[in-house]
């Protein structure tokens, strides 16, 4: 069955979103996505999604529950790489995603993470 | 039997031309909606000409004569087109482009009253189709004013909108958007694409969005300012709006429109002192003098 792969990058986990999404896919990476961070005790997610072209309400409304899954499982997630029409398209559908946190590209997204891990709470230092 | 019916308008057309046309030029050259200061008189007759001679083209291949859409009338069509197309950059007005029509009626009539005169019947019959082929021709030509000018409404609206949404960059990392006149959807939604591709130009984190030349801002605009903010926060951009004047402040919180997620400041040199912190940059005063 296809699946989209999940790296581990130190305490990061890093999905790169390269085929169009359809909701089979979807469910499956909510399910490998949490086992993951569970598994690795990984404390961000990065989710690229700079090759995605389309983008239904189901998908956003994946997005959001991967964020706040995440949340429940102590990791901050961060979606970079939004194509400036599929983020038009989101905020038409209402779905102003408000528990992501998002960066332009990987590197940005990388460097919100790694403040957040070198933060002042603590929690997230190693 | 549709030739036979064209016979009394066919007759008085096609009989001495020349005669009916230089009484048709003086008809209008008599008339007060006559702009001799815009048109020249050879012009005028050379316009005249061409129309009598479309019209009675037609009629004499048996066109249809009521129906002006028929294929049959294509070239008075084009020929009226050019000519209002002609009118209407000399300045005139759209009736007084119909009149050159109209004006025809007049010695049309003359004519069928001379050769009907015995039978006022067909008399009536006859004056009654060329009026309305003549109407309906010089609506035609109002039709086509009125296209030309809703044509340059639409253009000089899609300039004003490209025209109205420049977004500039302030410091590297921080862009402005000055916003003019009334926010609609159709705005909005070139406001934010515009936006959103220079946030992915110039790799910006900062856009400050300023209000200070939106008239009013009611719910729409303010719901359209929230959805550019959002969709500059879903590309990783945080947004600042500036520029809200006493009176939109009062109003934004009467209409009960919640701002609590954005961070607004009164101006624009406020936004970006903000903008300049959250990009960990500060401004001071020179010490070399």
Known sequence: MERIPILKMGDNLLVSIQVDMHDRLAMTLQDDLTARIAETRARGVLIDISALEIVDSFIGRMLGNIAAMARVLDARTVVVGMRPAVAITLVELGLSLPGVRTALNVEKGMELIGSRAAGPDGRHQA | ?289
């Open chain 2, 1 to 289: 039997m549709a030739t036979r019916e064209q016979a009394p308008i066919l007759s008085v057309i096609g009989w001495d031309e020349s005669q009916l046309l230089s009484e048709w030029i003086a008809h209008q050259l008599a008339a007060t909606t006559m702009r001799r200061d815009l048109l020249k008189d050879d012009e005028l007759q050379e316009q005249s000409r061409r129309f009598l001679g479309a019209l009675r083209a037609v009629l004499q291949n048996g066109g249809a004569e009521q129906d002006i859409t028929a294929p049959a009338w294509g070239e008075t069509r084009a020929l009226l087109a050019d000519i209002a197309q002609t009118r209407a950059r000399q300045g005139f007005s759209p009736s007084e482009t119909a009149t050159f029509v109209f004006s025809l009626k007049q010695p049309l009539f003359e004519r069928l009253r001379g050769n009907l005169a015995r039978d006022p019947a067909a008399l009536a019959d006859a004056m009654w189709k060329t009026t309305t082929l003549l109407d309906s021709l010089g609506l035609y030509t109002t039709e086509l004013y009125q296209k030309g000018r809703e044509e340059m409404i639409a253009r000089q609206q899609q300039e004003m909108i490209e025209l109205s949404t420049p977004v500039v960059e302030l410091w590297d990392g921080i862009l402005a958007l000055p916003l003019i006149g009334t926010l609609d959807s159709a705005r909005t939604q070139v406001v934010m694409e515009t936006l959103l591709q220079k946030i992915v130009d110039t790799g910006a984190g900062i856009a400050i969005i300023d209000i200070t030349g939106v008239p009013t801002v009611d719910t729409l605009v303010a719901q359209h300012l929230l959805k550019t903010v959002a969709a500059a926060r879903l590309m990783g951009a945080e947004c600042i709006i500036s520029g809200i004047r006493p009176q939109i402040a009062q109003t934004v919180v009467h209409l009960g429109v919640d701002l609590q997620d954005v961070i607004t400041k009164a101006t624009l040199a406020d936004a970006f002192a903000i903008a300049l912190r959250k990009a960990g940059l500060a401004v001071g005063p020179s010490a070399a003098k």
